[in-house]
């Protein structure tokens, strides 16, 4: 299937510096943890990955166990790859992680050397590349020394299985000796990938100063809180949505519990002539120490949406004010 990208692709799409390093970023990347597995439609996850590649999404992110089933992502991902797109790989920033079980015995979880060596060479093989542009160990693992996974992550960069090495979910005291292991042995820490949102902020405890002084960049996930930060459970719990599910990591009562902040911010929002998506991307973009945000997607409208929040990023003082103080206005 031919595939030829917008020639206007790039004409409104602002790049950013990811910390110290060369390295530019959109202010709004696409993960493929959700909508792009075995389980979900080809045709959909195909149209997703053009439709943001012709509106300057040039950063894809992916994990060896994105799915269901684990791996299947890679598989789709490497397959829409080879069907055009993939002419336009030295356009993009292509990442993958590995730390999270994905095969059976000691060998397939957490962050030895020996799983996050095997896990890359896997992960290349399914998507039918000779190197990621970005490997992260995808959590901190307490049982292994950290100099063997950064010195796993450092080979990979060496070997020139990657271009760079991230980190995500590292707290601020493991980051900063993480980065200053990987920069001794030659490949300096590029990226961090936390969790940050309007209804989560515990980077800014510390982790976010690390960063600075590291010159570090950031790529944060769940911005919209799982869909919390969304039009979507406002008035309730859909049937069929990821609260409304057994399995998972979204919670009927944790959306019960944050339903009156969220309608405070939705407020501020619609203050602001946005959407409360498009506030919630634009609040975390708000940070110099923030290179991008990590948005899903399962229709194209989505996407579109969240594109718009980039038309106003700016806040006023009483507007951060007023979203600093949604949870106490919520509960009076």
């Known amino acids: 299937m031919s595939y030829q990208p917008a020639p206007d692709r790039y ?31 080809f045709a959909t996850a195909r149209e997703l990955i053009h439709y943001s590649f ?3 999404i040039t950063h894809f992110d992916l994990a060896n166990n994105y799915g269901p089933p684990p791996g299947s992502a890679e598989m789709h991902f490497g397959k829409i790859l080879r069907e055009g797109i993939g002419a336009y790989r030295d356009e993009m920033i292509i990442s993958t992680k590995a730390g999270y079980r994905m095969w059976e015995g000691p060998y397939g979880d957490w962050g030895s050397r020996k799983c996050l060596r095997a896990s890359l060479d896997q992960s290349l093989q399914r998507m039918g590349l000779a190197y990621v542009d970005i490997f992260y160990s995808h959590r901190p693992d307490p049982n292994t020394p950290l100099e ?13 299985k990657a271009l760079y090495a991230g ?10 000796k993480a980065a200053a292991l990987l920069r001794e042995m030659g490949a300096p820490l590029l990226i961090h990938q936390p969790r940050y949102n309007l209804l989560d902020r515990k980077i800014e405890e510390g982790l ?17 809180a799982q869909g919390q930060l969304t ?25 019960r519990e944050n339903r ?41 409208s989505q996407i579109e949406e969240n594109l718009r929040a980039l038309d106003h990023l700016e806040f006023s003082p009483e507007e951060l004010g007023e979203i600093d103080a949604a949870p106490r206005a919520a509960n009076r």
């Not at 004409?11 to 979900?40: E, I, Q, T």
């Not at 998506?277 to 991008?292: D, G, H, N, Y």
């Open 260 to 300: 009156a902040v969220i309608q405070r911010l939705r407020e501020i929002a619609e203050g602001r002539g946005q959407t409360l998506a498009q506030m919630a991307i634009a609040w975390v973009l708000r940070l110099p120490e923030v290179t991008s945000a990590l948005i899903g997607a399962s229709r194209v």
């Open 11 to 41: 004409k409104n799409a602002p790049f950013h510096r990811c910390g110290r390093s060369g390295v530019m970023l959109p202010p709004l990347s696409l993960g493929l943890w959700h909508n792009f597995g075995g389980v979900d439609d």
């Open 231 to 255: 039009s979507r459970y406002l008035e309730g719990i859909p049937a069929g949505s990821r609260a409304a599910r057994e399995t998972g990591f979204l919670r009927e009562a944790t959306v």
């Open 54 to 56: 012709d509106h300057g």
């Open 208 to 224: 976010v100063k690390v960063l600075s002084e590291e010159g570090v960049g950031s790529i944060v996930f769940c911005p919209l």
């Open 167 to 176: 980190v995500s979910s590292y707290g601020p005291e493991e980051t900063r």
């Open 148 to 160: 063997e996974t950064m010195g796993a992550l450092a080979t990979a960069v060496r070997q020139g």
